[in-house]
């Protein structure tokens, strides 16, 4: 079974200063690891992903997230917040030994709100 | 490039009445999701469609909800006799399918909210 963990329901920030939104999961195998961003009324929009390779992943708008296997964790970080990244994030983990599940699993979110 | 389509953007029914939703995929998509956000929840995964193969029924609550994607592309849920714990957003998600499948990006279109009163 897979199962993805997101602590805060809310983080605040002030702009300008560093944000994170942890993420933590649990997968048998290794995991494939995806965050995603939703604004009010909107979809989910794809941020960022961690498949292999390096443990710091790059994506949209400067969002960044590390892998880190030893502590089963996917945390969302970016240096500095803006107003606009105030939002819904959601992370997601697939475990690659499960290869009769395609879908993902989610987390069930944490609210940014970033302060001018 | 147009995204994943749903439609209707809201819909609000009695309960007890059957609702279908539409999901438009991104063109060649071959694989197509369907999830289910309920108010304060994560996402839960309903079905799973990829090609021809029979989908992933595995995430259905019960047997009142049902999806049918025709000719590989169009998918519509259909949700009989509804109650008032579907209240939800319905999102469908595409991604290009195949053998890359277990990482590649899931594309999601921007939701039906419905509302069973």
């Known amino acids: 079974a897979q199962s993805v963990a997101q602590p805060e329901d809310q983080v605040n920030v002030a702009e300008g200063n560093p944000l994170t939104v942890k993420c933590t999961y649990s997968v048998s195998g290794n995991p494939y690891l995806f965050w995603y961003v939703q604004y009010p009324n909107r979809g989910l929009q794809f941020l960022l992903k961690y498949i292999t390779g390096d443990n710091l992943v790059k994506g949209s708008y400067g969002f960044e997230a590390e892998f880190n296997k030893s502590q089963t964790s996917f945390h969302l970080k970016k240096p500095s917040a803006l107003v606009s990244d105030s939002a819904l994030y959601f992370c997601a983990v697939r475990d690659m030994e499960d290869t009769g599940r395609r879908a993902l699993t989610f987390g069930s979110g944490t609210r940014l709100q970033v302060q001018p | 490039g147009a995204g994943v389509s749903q439609s209707p953007s809201n819909k609000v029914t009695e309960k007890g009445k059957d609702v279908e939703l539409r999901c438009d995929p991104i063109s060649g998509h071959t694989a197509l999701y369907w999830y289910r956000q309920s108010l304060g929840q994560g996402l839960e995964f309903l079905i799973y469609?990829?090609?021809?193969?029979?989908?992933?029924k595995s995430g259905l609550p019960s047997d009142r909800f049902s999806a049918e994607r025709t000719g590989g592309s169009v998918s519509t849920l259909t949700i009989q006799r509804t109650q008032q714990e579907d209240s939800a957003v319905y999102l469908c998600a595409s991604s290009l399918g195949g053998t890359s499948g277990f990482w590649e990006t899931q594309y999601f279109g921007p939701g039906t909210r419905l509302l069973v009163l």
């Open positions: 469609f990829q090609g021809n193969s029979a989908p992933d």
